[in-house]
């Protein structure tokens, strides 16, 4: 069994999340998923500019990791353009600053922003589980 993905920082959120080619009715239309962690790997490296290692580094990722994340982002944003598919933007497995967390040890629930340690306030535990994401958020990040 494969080990749970982490949280990927993102702290970019479009406006727009939906794109279609013109000319298709909705009913032939097929559409693909963007990530928000894939539309932010390109928004890093692509608009940015950054470097691979400063990538993963603001994503909290290793460069192995980001890699994968552009390479997925880029062949679906391919295949849609390519070949006349909707793309939407939602989902994916993210991290924004804040996140609404408990800790396990204590179950003390408050708002965790990810520039501070990754530990509880009260009694220090590093076991601090995302309610949103339902996933542990075991990464300091910043």
């Known amino acids: 069994m494969p080990r749970p993905k982490k949280c990927r920082r993102v702290d970019f959120f479009p406006e727009y999340t939906y794109f279609k080619p013109i000319g298709k009715s909705d009913e032939e239309l097929e559409e693909i998923i963007l990530n928000l962690e894939e539309l932010e790997a390109m928004r890093l490296k692509d608009i940015e500019k950054l470097n691979q290692e400063k990538c993963a580094e603001k994503m ?7 890699q994968n994340i552009i390479d997925s982002a880029r062949q679906k944003v391919t295949k849609a353009l390519t070949n006349g598919l909707a793309i939407n933007i939602t989902g994916g497995i993210y991290c924004t600053k804040k996140c609404k967390v408990i800790c396990k040890d204590c179950n003390y629930e408050y708002e965790f922003d990810f520039s501070e340690t990754a530990e509880c306030p009260r009694c220090k ?12 958020c075991n990464r300091i990040m910043k």
Do not use: G, L, W
Request: glycine share 0%.
């Open 60 to 66: 909290h990722v290793s460069r192995q990791t980001f």
């Open 125 to 136: 535990s590093n076991k601090i589980y995302c309610m949103k994401k339902q996933q542990f």
